[in-house]
T-cell receptor
Framework: DGGITQSPKYLFRKEGQNVTLSCEQN?????MYWYRQDPGQGLRLIYY???????QKGDIAEGYSVSREKKESFPLTVTSAQKNPTAFYLC?????????????FGEGSRLTVL | AQRVTQPEKLLSVFKGAPVELKCNYS??????LFWYVQYSRQRLQLLLR??SRESIKGFTADLNKGETSFHLKKPFAQEEDSAMYYC???????????FGKGTLLTVNP
């Protein structure tokens, strides 16, 4: 079953703790993305990676970190420096090259900071 | 910088009425424009892209470079069209995909 898998679906965290969200894809896509979805804010880009061992900051990278050690995996760490971490996080991937603009999304992870 | 503006947060129409979801963009180069849709309890998915110039589920969208717009249109709305719609822009080779804030479309019976 091909696609993107995010885990966990729901996560609770105490203030001051770091938490890592998992994103795995078996679509053989080079590019992967992390977005944050808040009501009334749409999707805002946190980080993206065009290829293994490379990634770029998106529009709201502060308080987040990522790694891209494997093509299939793009984990996102929400650090204690992120001021408003409670949100719905979406991971996506896409192929590269002409005519491959479609993003494929995971089901999302909802993080709640208590 | 690339930016996408969807001026309407909410749009409500009756079944059978025409619907137009507005999208304006800002980008200095040649953009790729997309419409994504999120139905209730489903994943966000691609609806259509300007390059293919296709009609999906009766929806069409034309890129107007003069007005920097990519409005989504359907002549006769159906109840199953009720969803959140996002306009998105890709700035060519930089792989960065920017989304608008979305428009929640409700089609009433």
């Amino acid at each position: 079953d091909g696609g993107i898998t995010q885990s966990p679906k729901y996560l609770f965290r105490k203030e001051g703790q770091n938490v890592t969200l998992s994103c795995e894809q078996n679509l053989n896509h080079d590019a992967m993305y992390w977005y944050r979805q808040d009501p009334g804010q749409g999707l805002r880009l946190i980080y993206y990676s065009q290829i293994v061992n490379d990634f770029q900051k998106g529009d709201i990278a502060e308080g987040y970190s990522v790694s891209r050690e494997k093509k299939e995996s793009f984990p996102l760490t929400v650090t204690s420096a992120q001021k408003n971490p409670t949100a719905f996080y979406l991971c996506a991937s896409k192929g590269t090259g002409a005519g491959t603009g479609e993003l494929f999304f995971g089901e999302g992870s909802r993080l709640t900071v208590l | 910088a690339q930016r996408v503006t969807q001026p309407e947060k909410l749009l409500s129409v009756f079944k059978g009425a025409p619907v137009e979801l507005k999208c304006n963009y800002s980008y200095s180069g040649s953009p790729e424009l997309f419409w994504y849709v999120q139905y209730s309890r489903q994943r966000l998915q691609l609806l259509l892209r300007h390059i293919s110039r296709e009609s999906i589920k009766g929806f069409t969208a034309d890129l107007n470079k003069g007005e920097t717009s990519f409005h989504l249109k359907k002549p006769f709305a159906q109840e199953e069209d009720s969803a959140m719609y996002y306009c998105a822009l890709s700035g060519g080779s930089n792989y960065k995909l920017t989304f608008g804030k979305g428009t929640l479309l409700t089609v009433n019976p």
